[in-house]
């Protein structure tokens, strides 16, 4: 089977970097992504990576060791807009499979 | 540019109740179309996805069914709603050996 755990909650103050983390167990991986889903929003895609390493865009980092099946979505200088659900998602060979999600709460 | 549409945004249906919502994707062709539901304060489930027109992936056993009539059109269906359908539904597509995927608005049901 499959399965991603990730933190259920993170809070940090505006300003700061925050380090979201991702284990997953599954048969079949092509890459790791990270979506950003606002209250009453629709998910949106924020990064994927498919080999080991660090991927940057902007102020968002994203993560993977495949060896450890683990990752992590860094988001610095944190703004209060970033308040908002993280998932990490396993890419399979057709489909997509989706962690619980860690909620953020930026604090003034 | 592409775009994906999903309706209706809110829904109320009583138990037992038929279901139909619609996906469409404008843009593209021979997209990989997904359905997703998330239960308040949850994660996403994958229900169905399709990569092709009369191709159907089930995911979970449950009273909903998905059919692909055309390239870009993906319904979610069901005969009679349980309270247990509760939940947000959404779809998604991306393009055959990409990896982000794109999601509709969401509709958000509610069976009393």
């Known amino acids: 089977g499959q399965s991603l755990e990730q933190p259920s909650e993170v809070t940090a103050v505006e300003g700061a970097i925050v380090q979201i983390n991702c284990t997953y167990q599954?048969?079949?991986?092509?890459?790791l992504s990270w979506y950003q889903q606002h209250d009453g929003g629709a998910p949106t895609f924020l990064s994927y990576?498919?080999?080991?390493g660090l991927e940057e865009t902007g102020r968002f980092s994203s993560f993977l060791s495949r060896s450890d099946s683990y990752g992590y979505l860094l988001l610095q200088e944190l703004q209060m807009k970033d308040s908002a659900s993280y998932f990490c998602a396993v890419l399979g060979n057709n489909d997509m499979r989706f962690g619980a999600g860690t909620r953020l709460t930026v604090k003034p | 540019s592409q775009t994906i549409h999903q309706w209706p945004a809110t829904l109320v249906q009583p138990v037992g109740s038929p279901l139909s919502l619609e996906c469409t994707v404008e843009g593209t062709s021979n997209p990989n179309l997904y359905w997703y539901r998330q239960a308040a304060g949850r994660g996403l489930q994958l229900l169905f996805y399709s990569v092709g027109i009369g191709q159907i992936s089930s995911e979970v056993p449950q009273n909903l069914s998905a059919s692909r009539p055309q390239d870009r059109q993906f319904i979610l269906s069901s005969k009679k709603l349980l309270l247990s359908d509760s939940g947000f539904y959404l779809c998604?597509?991306?393009?055959?050996?990409?990896?982000?995927?794109?999601f509709g608005s969401g509709t958000r049901l509610t069976v009393v």
């Open positions: 599954t048969s079949g991986f092509y890459g």
């Open positions: 990576n498919a080999l080991d």
């Open positions: 998604a597509w991306t393009a055959a050996g990409l990896y982000g995927y794109t």
